[in-house]
């Protein structure tokens, strides 16, 4: 059992899980103790396949820097959204995903109730203050009843839970460092993003938030 951090509430499980909504649930905390050895990895990535600010299809350039690692890395520039096999700064494979992330992000997900969940794709977000991340759709995987587990690490942020129209007035939700956070089922394409990030020093990470994605794309 993984040692349980702040508060429990009354939709929370024995295990210091808080069910969300139907298809989300959060651990809080729950990668606390791994966050160095993450920390470790995630630079590791970075070293072949920097973090970098992507052009969306609109001409924007995005506040959320982002590299990624596993089979598939997610791309946007002028001609859209998309996952690729290489990092088109390089031509190379996308680094490797560590069997340490994979591992958290697949026993996360059984915990949630979705067993047999092997991402193909980890998306490394990196914020520093001011940084967000307008609402949207995670729509781009070929097969979205696989979930979507995050990690968040470093500063705080303000995640926006939204509905199924961009309208949809969103929760609320503080994700904090060593937070696991997993979408499927029928909250799987809720709009969702983050609030432009406070100003802050993490003893980790000093001014910044940093979140993985793993998803089944392929
Ligand atoms: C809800 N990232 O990379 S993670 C993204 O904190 C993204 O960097 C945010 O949204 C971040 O696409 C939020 C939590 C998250 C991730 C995927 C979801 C929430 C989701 C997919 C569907 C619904
Ligand atoms: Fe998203």
């Not at 809080?28 to 993450?38: Q, S």
């Not at 997610?74 to 996308?94: A, E, F, I, L, V």
């Not at 979930?147 to 904090?176: C, H, I, M, N, Y």
Request: some cysteine.
């Amino acid at each position: 059992m993984m040692p349980v951090s702040g508060q429990l509430f009354d939709n929370a499980d024995p295990d210091g899980s808080e069910r969300i909504g139907e298809g989300t649930v959060l651990f809080r905390g729950r990668l606390a103790d791994r966050a160095e050895e993450i920390i470790d990895a995630i630079r590791q990535i970075a070293e072949p396949s920097p973090f970098r600010h992507l052009i969306t299809p609109g001409g924007h350039r995005m506040s959320v820097s982002m590299t990624s690692c596993g089979e598939l890395g997610w791309m946007s520039d002028r001609k859209g959204y998309r996952y690729t096999s290489t990092d088109p700064r390089n031509n190379q494979p996308w680094p490797a995903m560590p069997s340490l992330l994979a591992d958290l992000a697949t026993a996360a997900a059984a915990d949630a109730g979705f067993d047999h969940y092997r991402p193909d794709a980890c998306l490394i977000n990196r914020y520093r203050p001011g940084t967000k991340l307008s609402l949207h759709q995670d729509k781009d995987e070929r097969d979205p009843s696989h979930p979507v587990v995050s990690f968040s690490l470093g500063l705080p942020a303000t995640f926006l839970w939204g509905g199924f129209k961009r309208s949809d007035k969103p929760q609320r939700l503080l994700l904090e460092h060593g937070d696991i956070l997993v979408f499927g089922g029928p909250d799987r394409l809720r709009y969702h993003g983050i609030l432009p990030l406070p100003d802050g020093e993490h003893p980790l990470l000093g001014a910044q938030r940093i979140n993985l994605t793993f998803r089944k794309a392929g």
